[in-house]
């Protein structure tokens, strides 16, 4: 079955210290990657994007994320955290060009402490 | 430029009631897409709207979730009759066109007791 894992339900980082949040994922061919973010009350808001070539994509708010397909994974990283990027994360698969339907993970909760 | 708008907040209802959340999707958007996140758990696709037509319905769990776009414009998904098992939060989403970028809204939150 195609699938998103995010095996942390909570990554705990202090400000400035580099974080990562983790995603590896399950899917045949050649997956389009994504990174939501959501701020409390507010909706899921996008981040980045993997589609092809380089493995390294840069994103809004000085995230980046790296694409590794040996290891089937998607980490999000930010290299200095700041309190303002608490919040809960979703790293997300679209299968291919033809469908816009996305696959989720379950989420990470990024808790970045003064 | 509003965004992605979604009501109610939150509903709470009793099992075996019935509730209509309703998106307004951002101006000028042909695609419209429902999801739901079941507590802790992922965010799940339950359909996906081109104008007024159902694209891909095939995240609905059961006959008793009802989607519906007249017009192509705003969007409802009701839930009849309701079962604890509906309880989450209902995101909506919506792109101008295909291979956009999703917007998506705050979500309803619905709890059935």
């Known amino acids: 079955a195609q699938s998103v894992a995010q095996p942390e339900d909570q990554v705990n980082v202090a400000e400035g210290n580099p974080l990562t949040v983790k995603c590896t994922y399950s899917?045949?061919?050649?997956?389009?990657l994504f990174w939501y973010v959501q701020y409390p009350n507010r909706g899921l808001q996008f981040l980045l994007k993997?589609?092809?070539?380089?493995?390294l994509v840069k994103g809004s708010y000085g995230f980046e994320a790296e694409f590794n397909k040996s290891q089937t994974s998607f980490h999000l990283k930010k290299p200095s955290a700041l309190v303002s990027d608490s919040a809960l994360y979703f790293c997300?698969?679209?299968?291919?060009?033809?469908?816009?339907?996305?696959?989720f993970g379950t989420g990470t909760r990024l808790q970045v402490f003064p | 430029e509003a965004g992605v708008t979604q009501f109610p907040s939150h509903s709470v209802i009793e099992k075996g009631q019935t509730v209509t959340l309703r998106c307004d999707p951002i101006s000028g958007h042909d695609n419209l897409y429902w999801y739901r996140r079941v507590m802790g758990k992922e965010i799940k696709f339950l359909l996906h709207f081109v104008k007024e037509s159902k694209q891909d319905e095939s995240g609905m769990p059961n006959n008793r979730f009802l989607a519906e776009r007249t017009g192509g414009t705003y969007s409802t998904l009701k839930v009849q009759p309701a079962e604890l098992e509906d309880s989450g939060v209902y995101f909506c989403a919506s792109s101008q066109e295909h291979d956009r970028e999703l917007f998506f809204g705050e979500g309803s939150r619905l709890t059935v007791l």
């Open positions: 899917v045949s061919g050649n997956p389009y």
């Open positions: 993997y589609i092809t070539g380089d493995n």
């Open positions: 997300a698969v679209r299968l291919d060009y033809n469908t816009d339907k996305l696959i």
